[in-house]
């Protein structure tokens, strides 16, 4: 804690110095922190921006604060898990560095993530760590209505029905494996002639919470219409259906209501799941057979099997399990890549210069991995960071942005295999490439980028990795190193792609 330009420790530090002086053995207390200590930390900010410059300062330090120290050890706190492990990769040497050269006995930097924030709201956005500001500004408040991708457009469906979202249609559903069996029932469902009901009478959709049951429902239902203005076809919510039921008991209207109800061609009722009371599941269960005998199709959604659905009458279980049941499940990676591209698209046409990077997609799309409603609610957080920050959106703020959706976890084990497995895909060559000693430039760079991922992923010596790379020396491994190291300094695009290879060895 030598002040540079006098030589002397500086006032003040007396505690810090104590420790120094013997030798790293704490005096009194396991740690101090105080106004010099703050200083140091100050101290040892000021060579960090001179020596890495004012943006990769403000990108990794601006938010890195002190938190205590003795003899032995300073404790930074970060904000994220992301920038711990960024830090602890890139620069723990470097700072380490600068700390002994203030306290000689020095040993070790331990960085530790600050309290972790509360999931907050979506319409909450923190600024962007990944910014040439001098400081960050402080959360901004996004309107709580959505502003990113534009609210849906409610249209009353005919008669009874509960409104459609005409942006819920077969043109933006995306298919995959997850969705693929009853995504091909919808459709022939919507295709098929009045009067002349499929082979899924009635077809049940089961699903957990923003798989798409209500998307699908709606598209049938458009589609369906377009395909035949004339055919008459209700899409109701199962709360809608008790609301118009009580309401017709009470105004005397009831028959009418029945008699509206068993003229449908194509009935489909959302969120059977909340269908509850015991005169509303009876008139339910008329008005399914009613229809399903009378050769009409009816389409159900709930969110768990109907055997699961205790609270619901037994005759209505029965008559559902008559039909074709058919589950949709978590989308797999390829789905959730598909469901956020369309959503970026729509999001472009709506938000002119919007841009959010390819990595960015991608890492949303490898980390959450729960639904499409909790896709869409991360594509639009990215959105709205974009809109309200005026800042590009980079990996490192996307992650503050989105940290409660990705959810935290423990870093696991890194193998060098896995590295030089997700590396080869990544790249399009193979581990054997990797390996071999071939030297043209599409081999070469991987070959560096996985040597560099070895060497910063996991606690392998340069001449292991080395051995684990076709048996080369340890110094072309050092030179790989140094030379990813440099080229993503200069290159952010670089910088982003090795990030994303992180994310996807720690899967
Ligand atoms: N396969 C998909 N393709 C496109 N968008 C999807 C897909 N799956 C879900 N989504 C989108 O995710 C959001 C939630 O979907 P939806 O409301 O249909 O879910 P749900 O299964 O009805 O959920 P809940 O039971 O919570 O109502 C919607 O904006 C929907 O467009």
Not at 11 to 20: D, E, N, Q
Request: proline fraction near 5%; include cysteine; hydrophobic fraction near 45%.
């Amino acid at each position: 804690m030598r002040d540079d330009r006098t030589g002397d420790f500086g006032s003040g530090t007396a505690a810090l110095k104590a420790i120094a002086d013997t030798g790293g053995i704490v005096v009194s207390g396991s740690a101090t922190t105080g106004p010099a200590d703050a200083a140091l930390w100050d101290r040892v900010k000021r060579r960090l921006r001179s020596e890495l410059g004012e943006d990769v300062f403000q990108s990794w330090f601006a938010r890195v604060e002190f938190a205590e120290a003795d003899g032995l050890s300073v404790n930074l706190s970060v904000p994220t898990r992301f920038l711990k492990s960024w830090i602890q990769a890139h620069y723990i040497e470097k700072l380490l560095g600068l700390w002994q050269a203030e306290i000689e006995s020095i040993r070790r930097i331990e960085l530790v993530v600050r309290g972790t924030i509360r999931a907050r709201p979506l319409a909450r956005v923190e600024p962007a760590i990944a910014v040439a500001e001098p400081a960050a500004p402080a959360p901004t408040l996004i309107p709580a209505a959505p502003v990113v991708i534009a609210a849906p457009q409610r249209v009353e469906s005919e008669g009874p029905g509960s409104p459609v979202d005409p942006r819920f249609s077969f043109d933006t559903f995306c298919e995959g494996a997850a969705n693929r069996v009853a995504y091909a029932a919808a459709r022939a469902i919507a295709e098929t002639p009045s009067g002349r009901p499929t082979a899924y009478n009635p077809l049940y959709l089961n699903a957990g919470v923003g798989r798409g049951k209500t998307h699908l429902l709606h598209a049938i239902a458009q589609a369906a219409r377009a395909a035949d203005p004339q055919r008459k076809v209700v899409y109701l919510t199962a709360e809608h259906f008790m609301f118009r039921f009580v309401a017709s008991l009470k105004n005397q209207s009831a028959i009418a209501f029945k008699e509206g109800l068993r003229e449908i061609d194509l009935l489909l009722i959302d969120d059977l799941q909340f269908l509850q009371g015991k005169s509303v599941q009876q008139e339910f269960c008329h008005m399914l057979n009613a229809l399903i005998d009378g050769a009409r199709q009816v389409v159900v959604a709930a969110d768990r099997p109907a055997a699961d659905l205790e609270t619901l009458d037994e005759r209505v279980r029965s008559r559902l399990r008559g039909g074709v049941a058919f589950e949709i499940d978590a989308p797999d990676l390829d789905l959730r890549r598909q469901i956020l591209k369309s959503r970026y698209r729509l999001a472009q046409n709506q938000n002119a210069g919007v841009a959010i990077p390819d990595t960015v997609i991608e890492y949303v799309a490898q980390s959450v991995v729960s639904n499409g409603r909790d896709l869409e609610g991360a594509l639009n957080r990215l959105v709205a960071q974009w809109q309200f920050t005026n800042q590009p959106v980079t990996m490192a703020s996307a992650e503050i942005t989105l940290r409660d959706l990705v959810g935290a976890r423990e870093p696991r084990r890194v193998k060098i295999e896995d590295i030089q497995k997700v590396v080869a895909v990544h790249f399009n060559v193979s581990k054997a490439d990797l390996l071999s000693s071939r030297r043209t430039r599409t081999i070469v760079r991987p070959r560096q980028i996985a040597m560099y991922l070895s060497k910063t992923l996991t606690p392998r010596s340069l001449p292991e990795i080395g051995r684990r790379f076709g048996g080369r020396d340890h110094t072309t491994v050092l030179h790989a190193v140094r030379k990813v190291e440099e080229l993503m300094r200069d290159d952010r695009s670089l910088a982003e792609e090795v990030e994303l290879l992180k994310r996807m060895i720690d899967e």
